[in-house]
């Protein structure tokens, strides 16, 4: 077992959380996007918001391609400035 694959297992228990009920590699992209095309902090904090929308029952079903259609137009939406 990978050290990512252990660890994705052992917060999904610590958090009450079904492990198969999470896209490891669908976030890990998004914050790929993000941290590139944004800024680096924004990544951590983007998959912060995402949590706590799914939490809250508030997050539609495509929200990860939304944040990463977001990331990837960062320049052009922000008037070419990266933060």
């Not at 994705?8 to 941290?35: F, H, M, N, Q, Y």
């Not at 983007?46 to 990860?64: E, F, I, N, R």
């Amino acid at each position: 077992m990978n050290v990512l694959t252990e660890w994705t297992t052992l917060a999904c228990r610590e958090l009450g959380i079904d492990p198969s009920a999470v896209d490891r590699d669908a976030l890990l992209d998004l914050t790929k996007e993000v941290a590139h095309g944004v800024t680096r902090p924004a990544a951590p904090l983007t998959a912060y918001l995402l949590g706590l929308a799914q939490g809250s029952g508030t997050a539609p079903s495509d929200a990860v391609e939304r944040l990463t259609g977001l990331a990837r137009d960062w320049e052009r939406r922000a008037g070419g400035e990266t933060a």
